[in-house]
């Protein structure tokens, strides 16, 4: 018994129940059971010297987009830890504040900017980590906020609907057994026909997209930047700042795609003939169920650009998608400035 016991509490035990128990803790989130196991650390029971936040990934946020930060812990003897996340470390984001302006932040550290440009045009977004365990530590970052990105603005009509499968056919009977006795023969009874399977379903229609107003200027400045706002009937304006250089805007208003067709029902097989003298005839299998049609596909919208005299040379970074509709019609004419 006593040897038992010491194999239950062998290092090599334990490290393989970590190694089990790991992927279910870190879906259920049981901060102190994994601090337990060694697979989280409470920043309060290290000795921290400094303190560093970054941004591993891009060097700024886009409207709309996100971006995770990492928080950096330095012992007095050099040793550094990492937060959970994007750090890839032990130290836990619930052990750490963060005040944002222009940006927020989540529980997990993910910086994320409004999609709306006019909120955060002209501004800077700023981070402000403290650590309550440890209040003589702060650390600051500014985050820039970037515009050359390939922003999309989607207006498409909605996919149709599969069609439903067909049913299978079902199996037709076995005959009955008749005799195989040389004085009294009989006739083995005849296999009844499986059914024919069922047609697939035919697939609906695609949703017909909307149609799309856009509205294009340009703000003069050393760096100019072009202002976009997109409309569309039953849809809130959705607004644009894009740097020339890097960025661009995708508008699409494709129609919709048709919903797949159902597959036929397999028909089903016949029964088998019944043994006797003679044997009787097996049955004949059921036909397939023919496959359903693919739904026609949406009307693409109809798209209208509206664009200032200045944004001519920069055109081709307005890009346009309308399946299945008509040409996208272009007016150039003065745009005031948007906001």
């Given amino acids: 018994m006593s040897r038992f016991k010491s194999q239950l509490a062998s290092p090599t035990s334990t490290k393989l129940a970590s190694l089990v128990l790991a992927p279910i803790l870190a879906l259920c989130g049981c901060s102190a059971i994994q601090v337990k196991l060694g697979m989280k650390v409470y920043v309060a029971?290290?000795?921290?010297?400094?303190?560093?936040?970054?941004?591993?990934?891009?060097?700024?946020?886009?409207?709309?987009?996100?971006?995770?930060?990492?928080?950096?812990f330095t012992q007095p003897d050099g040793r550094a830890w990492m937060t959970e996340g994007a750090g890839k470390g032990k130290i836990l984001w619930s052990d750490i504040a963060i005040t944002t302006s222009v940006?927020?932040?989540?529980?997990?550290?993910?910086?994320?900017?409004?999609?709306?440009?006019?909120?955060?045009?002209?501004?800077?977004?700023?981070?402000?980590?403290t650590v309550p365990s440890h209040p003589d530590l702060r650390a600051e970052l500014d985050i820039p906020l970037r515009y050359n990105y390939k922003f999309v603005s989607n207006f498409s009509g909605s996919s149709g609907s599969s069609g439903i499968n067909g049913s299978d056919g079902t199996a037709g009977a076995s005959g009955s057994t008749g005799s195989m006795d040389p004085d009294q023969p009989s006739a083995g009874g005849n296999g009844s026909d499986g059914t024919n399977g069922s047609d697939g379903q035919d697939g609906g229609a695609g949703g017909d997209a909307s149609s799309v107003d856009i509205r294009v200027t340009l703000r003069s400045?050393?760096?100019?930047?072009?202002?976009?706002?997109?409309?569309?009937?039953?849809?809130?304006?959705?607004?644009?700042?894009?740097?020339?250089?890097?960025?661009?805007?995708?508008?699409?208003?494709?129609?919709g795609p048709g919903g797949s067709g159902g597959k036929g029902g397999r028909g089903g097989r016949g029964g088998s003939g019944g043994i006797g003298t003679p044997n009787g005839s097996s049955g004949l299998d059921g036909t397939d169920g023919r496959n359903g049609f693919d739904g026609s596909q949406g009307r693409g919208g109809h798209i209208t650009v509206t664009y200032d005299p200045q944004v001519k040379p920069f055109l081709n970074l307005i890009r346009l998608s309308n399946r299945g509709g008509p040409p996208p019609q272009f007016n150039e004419e003065p745009v005031t400035p948007l906001w």
């Avoid at 029971?45 to 950096?72: F, N």
């Avoid at 997990?108 to 501004?123: A, E, F, I, M």
């Fill in 103 to 129: 940006v927020s932040a989540g529980k997990k550290g993910v910086l994320s900017l409004p999609r709306d440009p006019r909120l955060s045009d002209g501004k800077t977004g700023h981070v402000i980590v």
């Fill in 221 to 255: 400045a050393p760096h100019p930047l072009l202002q976009a706002v997109v409309f569309a009937p039953g849809h809130k304006q959705r607004f644009y700042l894009v740097d020339p250089q890097g960025g661009s805007l995708t508008v699409t208003a494709d129609g």
């Fill in 45 to 72: 029971q290290l000795p921290i010297a400094t303190m560093q936040a970054s941004l591993p990934k891009d060097p700024g946020i886009a409207p709309g987009e996100k971006s995770p930060l990492v928080v950096t």
